[in-house]
């Protein structure tokens, strides 16, 4: 099963409109991160907003909120007031312990593709 | 602060060649992850380093190897190369393992 499913390959949203990008997620674990990056045509991932599992308030960073909704498993991405600027690849993805290890790795979803219409 | 930085940009190689990546981290980061990103499979974790040391490894072949330096830049190397093998490959540093990570502008690799 995916780990994480992020369900719309692609959206489109009117400049100055609200989107919602839309993530759910599966583990057993009960600490773990999720992190939402976008990635412009360039290629290079950009790191937008993190919630930890224990973070009891929704995770805000300028434009961008994260909708945390823990006993769905969901991690939706808000963008408020669009911009052109913001046409790019969004990605979730989830942070998970390996203690063993003493590490961690991401793991991420297909991606949505966000196009902003002017 | 520079960024994540990786070289080179862009690579063109022919099948059964070896080919090695270069990431220099983001000063004061000392966890390197590198991940590997096609169209058809998304963006999959290889390897990530911590003061030299490989800590956890994704379902690579022994093809894909990698290490890191005392200063945490980190290549990663894949020998014999396969068509498949072409992708965009992304490094990303941490201050420590469980803090954000951000990456590099990527390596875009064609094997013909």
């Known amino acids: 099963a995916q780990k994480i499913t992020q369900t719309q390959p692609g959206m489109f949203v009117q400049e100055k409109e609200a989107v919602t990008l839309d993530c759910t997620y599966d583990?057993?674990?009960?600490?773990?991160?999720l992190f939402w990056y976008k990635q412009p045509s360039s290629g290079e991932m950009i790191f937008l907003i993190y919630q930890g599992s224990y973070d009891e308030q929704n995770a805000t960073e300028g434009r961008y909120s994260l909708n945390f909704q823990k006993a769905r498993k969901s991690a939706n991405l808000v963008i408020s007031a669009s911009q052109l600027g913001d046409s790019a690849m969004y990605f979730c993805?989830?942070?998970?312990?390996?203690?063993?290890?003493?590490?961690?790795?991401?793991?991420f979803g297909k991606g949505t593709k966000l196009s902003v219409i002017p | 602060k520079a960024g994540v930085t990786q070289t080179p940009r862009y690579l063109i190689k022919t099948r059964g060649q070896q080919v090695t990546l270069s990431c220099s981290p983001i000063?004061?980061?000392?966890?390197v992850s590198w991940y590997q990103q096609t169209p058809g499979q998304g963006l999959q974790f290889l390897f990530e380093y911590f003061s030299e040391t490989q800590r956890n490894k994704g379902n690579f072949p022994g093809r894909f190897s990698g290490r890191q330096f005392s200063n945490s830049r980190s290549e990663m190397n894949v020998s014999t190369l396969e068509l498949g093998d072409s992708a965009l490959y992304l490094c990303?540093?941490?201050?420590?393992?469980?803090?954000?990570?951000?990456f590099g502008p990527g390596t875009r690799l064609t094997v013909t």
């Open positions: 583990t057993s674990d009960q600490s773990y991160g």
């Open positions: 993805a989830m942070r998970e312990a390996d203690p063993g290890a003493g590490s961690y790795q991401l793991t």
């Open positions: 000063s004061g980061h000392r966890s």
């Open positions: 990303a540093s941490s201050l420590e393992a469980a803090s954000e990570q951000y």
